[in-house]
């Protein structure tokens, strides 16, 4: 019988520690000073609570997420996390240089997986510091190697095609570590770069920076391994997305598979056992309107839409690998 891997990414939307936390350095202290009023021990613990709510239903495998301020605001959640579940999680995470203190980081069964080498991240450059790309290597009981590639992409806040140019560079970084992989760990190695990517499927940051597509044909025909395969693109449908902002329904978390995954060859370790699915009905009241907006959480600071209620401003996905 095959071996199924359940993976899943959720921006879980500003998951910081509390207001005058000591694990916080002093300048990012004076950056979110207002930003965290009034998020204290048990505005956490309720966000928290809501995350736990939805990450029970899902029962991950492997759980990638952003916008994690720091390793302790993770052990809450994995401790939650076990508690609901009776799994024992563990946590992949590195402090970046991210000009708001957020982070990309992995949670896993430490019963089904053992990290497969170090934790590092590839450090992306521009005038003000973003999100690095994160890379996590995780060996199953069978001995073959995920290779993970956590993403959290610089934000449309100045405008979509303003600040393009800085997802386009991020998009060439990626696709040039992936080449790297290839030319260390060979034509087989199986990548799954996942993430909030801040642009969709199609853009141009993802097709022809990323080196991405939507078209098999193309990932089977292509002599290289430079391609990667977006499972994500099929799910845009106009009906429903990752993010909704005021009318437009954004895919921008995906999932993207090297070549040894999204084709079966000799070389193959895991394969694609279900098209990625969006998660907008693991937890009742997870979207709400007719644009199926996700319910947020929010921040006590922004009262008119702090929603103790609410989970993320984004929806989590799902992919399920089967291994030979």
């Known amino acids: 019988m095959p071996t199924t891997h359940r993976l899943f990414w959720w921006n879980l939307e500003n998951l910081f520690d509390t207001v005058n936390s000591t694990n916080r350095s002093e300048k990012l202290q004076r950056t979110l000073n207002k930003e965290l009023k009034g998020w204290t021990t048990a505005v956490l613990d309720k966000k928290i609570e809501q995350l736990c709510k939805v990450i029970t239903q899902m029962n991950p495998d492997i759980l990638g997420v952003c916008e994690v301020e720091n390793r302790p605001v993770l052990d809450k959640l994995v401790d939650a996390m076990n508690a609901s579940l009776n799994r024992t999680y563990a946590v992949l995470h590195q402090d970046t240089k991210d000009a ?6 992995f949670i896993y069964d430490s019963k089904k997986y053992t990290p497969d080498g ?3 991240s590839l450090e992306v450059m521009r005038r003000n510091a973003t999100r690095d790309i994160v890379q996590a290597q995780l060996k199953t009981a ?7 590639l956590g993403n959290h992409w610089p934000a449309r806040s100045d405008g979509k095609y303003e600040s393009e140019p800085f997802r386009m ?3 060439e970084v990626l696709s040039y570590w992936v080449k790297r992989i290839h030319e260390i760990q060979g034509k087989g190695a199986s990548i799954v770069a996942m993430g909030d990517f801040n642009d969709e499927p199609f853009d141009r940051s993802l097709v022809e920076y990323a080196k991405s597509t939507h078209i098999l044909k193309q990932i089977e025909n292509s002599t290289t391994t430079d391609y990667l395969y977006n499972l994500s693109a099929a799910c845009i449908n106009g009906k429903l997305g990752t993010y909704v902002f005021g009318n437009d329904i954004n895919m921008l978390d995906q999932f993207l598979v090297s070549k040894a995954i999204a084709v079966k060859t000799k070389l193959s370790k895991f394969s694609v056992a279900a ?3 969006i998660c907008h009905d693991v937890v009742p009241g997870m979207v709400k309107g007719e644009y199926n907006a996700p319910v947020k959480f929010g921040r006590p600071a922004e009262a008119s839409t702090h929603n103790k209620e609410g ?3 984004h929806l989590p996905i799902a992919l399920t690998l089967e291994e030979k």
């Not at 708001?100 to 980081?105: E, L, S, T």
């Not at 069978?142 to 993970?148: E, I, K, M, P």
Request: charged share 20%; net charge negative; hydrophobic share 55%.
């Open 100 to 105: 708001r203190g957020i982070d990309v980081a």
């Open 118 to 120: 170090e934790l590092f």
């Open 142 to 148: 069978a001995g073959n190697v995920l290779v993970l």
């Open 169 to 171: 560079m991020v998009g």
């Open 275 to 277: 098209p990625v699915r």
């Open 311 to 313: 989970f993320s401003d």
